[in-house]
Structures are given as C-alpha cells and as structure tokens.
C-alpha cells in the first residue's frame, strides 16, 4: 500500500514565523500545537478546494477553487496570482522558471523600461 503525503509545518517552522513579526519566546509545547492545527488546515483547505472542482466537473485545481475554498472557510482574501478571469491570457500563458537556490518556480514577469515610460 502507496504511504499518502501530506503537508506538514514543523514547530521550527512556526517559531521562525513568530520571531519574523516579532513574537518570541514561544513555548515548544505551543509551536508544535500551531504547527499541527496549520497541517490539518491546509489539508483540509485542499480536500475542499477539490471538492469544488469535482463539482464544476473539472479535473484541474485552479487558483478559483481555492479562492472558493477560502471563502467557505471564512478566511481573509488572499492577495496575488490568480487566474479567474477569462480575458487574463498573461496568467493563463504565463511562463515559469525554476529557480535552483529555493527549490520554487516562479512566474517570469515582464522588464518594463521606465525610461522609456518617462519620455
């Protein structure tokens, strides 16, 4: 039998999270607390946002189903890359790159010249 994956936050994780917006000495007890309530929260977020797109009949997640999810949940909107609208082809099309050093892919944007702006 094929062991499942799940995401999962370790507590140092958490602690370093705090210590950014300069909450510190957070007990272990607490960080390892935080950090499962965090893994349980995602995999549900992602258990519904499937659910969506089973419902719409889809076989691909998209950045709507988890704005959807999101909602259901009553969370604060998130701010970023988000594909919706039909007339966006930049996001459709949009292009990615790798990069090494982070282990992410990133989405290439454009240069603008801002010299070229100013004239």
């Known amino acids: 039998m094929e062991e499942k994956k799940y995401v999962q936050m370790s507590p140092d994780t958490v602690k370093a999270i705090g210590e950014s917006v300069n909450i510190s000495n957070v007990g272990v007890g607490v960080c390892r607390a935080l950090s499962e309530d965090v893994s349980f929260r995602v995999r549900q977020l992602a258990h519904i946002s499937a659910q969506f797109s089973a419902h719409a009949k889809r076989k691909k997640l998209t950045t709507a189903d988890v704005k959807m999810a999101s909602r259901w949940f009553d969370a ?26 982070a282990g ?3 989405v ?12």
């Open 76 to 101: 604060q909107p998130t701010f970023g890359f988000n594909a919706d609208d039909d007339d966006d082809e930049d996001a459709k099309s949009a292009e990615m790159s790798y990069v090494a050093e």
């Open 104 to 106: 992410v892919y990133v």
């Open 108 to 119: 290439n944007q454009r240069q603008v010249d801002l010299k070229r702006l100013a004239q």
